[in-house]
């Protein structure tokens, strides 16, 4: 006898990958399946499910998109983007979801009354609009589930789970909500495994040369490069520094201290007081005030020279103020230079791009990978550095060898549209074990494969 098809819509489909782990767990259930609409407007994803799924059509706009023109189906799945709230005047406030594309969810759901959804976004849902520091969740997941529950009558359940409990070597904490018309899924008690970057690393890819690569290999062997972070705005042991590598110029050891000092030390709230201005993240200090904590004969012969090198900028604080384009109710601030106030050295962290931002361990997962800085995450092979590769990239978020983004291997914005692909995609793994449990109420409460 003929296997049951279950049919899905894919929203915000991006790589394809919640349909993916879907499709397998349903499969795997006994089900056949078949996705009746695919949304996306982003050129590069279209690209990659024309390449991945091809002979199937890819909608556009879902706003754009009238209910009545979707077929009918059984499961809805979408990683739906998750902006603020708009705040529709003080009668409504957070209770209005118009202006968001969960509006665009809310609508398919009651318009067409499936038997279920799978949807997932990222772990600060849980926190956003929080009403004080201990709710939990926030006002905004609290309204997604009331219009999902009150309002559209499913069963609800949601979590947060991290890839790296289910065989990805990436720790990604991401919230999972499913709902169904009968019955209740569980989230919790999942079988953990682990896995390790070497598990899905490549190896004997070309390396890069460069004068970054040169300075950060004459300061550090390979092994001594696992796990490190390569930046200048923070500190601590697992941080590589320009000034370590005397990227902008040799520095000394004294000349090391003394950066690395002031680094932390502009941090402390106390300063702001001090100063006079609104606390931030990262404050000049003067001479007289790094001598309070670094008081060194040689001090201001360091500073000049660390300055005139660039790794100090002599700059005036920056006070915090509201900007005329503010409204009654959303006040906007931007800092500006106090000029009132008397120049402090900084340390120079946004004005210069690091060839690598990161270099990944072997022995350890990744941190969680998003599109911004994929392109800057190095690996070490055959004793040199090169960028992760793409395969390595699809291999982090759960996706067969099957799943290709040769179309954008090959050209610098290619590989960056790739990445930022991969940094906005979903763990194919998590979506799977979630989707098993998915097929189970289905099959118990009416949906039995024949």
Known sequence: MAKKTVKFI????????????????????????????????????????????????????????????????????????????????????????????FFEIERILRDKKPYGFLLENVEGLVVHDLASNTDKPGRTLKIILEKLEKELEYNVSWDVLDAQDFGIAQARRRVYIVGTRKGKISLGEFPITSAKFEDIMETGCDTLRGKFIEKLFNRYNPEQLYGKAIKDKRGGDNNIHSWDIGLRGTTTIAERALLNALLLERRKKHWAEKIGIVWMDGMPLTTEQIRTFHDKPNLQAMLDKLTKQGYLVLEHPKQKKETKDST????????????????????????????FSRILCPESVTPTLVAMDMSTLGVIDNGGLRRLTLREGLRLFGYSDDYTLDAFNGTKKGLKQGFDLLGNTVCVTVIKAVSERMATNYKEHGGKAK
Do not use: H, M, W
């Open 328 to 355: 009654e109710d959303r006040k906007i601030y931007e800092r500006v230079p106090d000029k009132t106030k008397p120049k402090g050295y900084n340390i120079v962290t946004g004005k210069l791009s690091f060839q």
């Open 10 to 101: 894919d929203l915000f489909a991006g790589l394809g990958g919640i349909r993916i782990g879907f499709e397998e767990a349903f499969k795997q259930a006994g089900y056949k399946t078949k996705c009746v609409l695919t949304s996306e407007i982003k050129e590069a994803a279209i690209t990659a499910l024309n390449l991945n799924f091809p002979g199937e059509k890819v909608d556009g706009d879902i706003t754009q998109i009238k209910s009545k023109d979707i077929p009918d189906f059984d499961f809805l799945l979408g990683g739906f983007p998750c902006q603020a709230f708009s705040v529709a005047g003080k009668q409504r406030g957070f209770a209005d979801t118009r202006g968001t594309l």
